[in-house]
């Protein structure tokens, strides 16, 4: 609420509706998240945006896969364990492996 109350009122011509294009532009696409493991569909959610961004006549230069910290998954799975989870909910791969098996993918 307090940053809703700092932000101009919206008006018509900083809405932007789904027809609006841009123009043309590069991208580097960035997928971030835990990937603990990596799968397809991590790959396949990148694949796919870089397609819709090409489609619309944009260049995609690349896609990088960003796993997040160890740290950040550690404070996830204590966070799962504290609400009572068990078994695979706390299964949490290392960063190396984490990567060795995304590259595998790749």
């Known amino acids: 609420r307090l940053l809703a109350s700092r932000l101009p009122p919206m008006t018509p011509d900083l809405c932007f509706e789904p027809s609006d294009s841009l123009p043309p532009s590069r991208y580097v696409l960035l997928v971030s998240g835990t990937m603990s493991p990596p799968h397809v569909g991590h790959v396949r959610l990148g ?33 799962k364990c504290s609400s009572g989870a068990s078994g695979a909910d706390l299964l949490a791969f290392p960063m190396c492996d984490r990567c060795l098996l995304l590259r595998a993918l790749l």
């Open 47 to 79: 694949l796919s945006a870089a397609a819709a961004l090409r489609a619309d006549g944009h260049s995609v230069d690349a896609i990088c896969f960003l796993p997040v910290h160890d740290n950040y998954l550690c404070n996830k799975v204590a966070a």
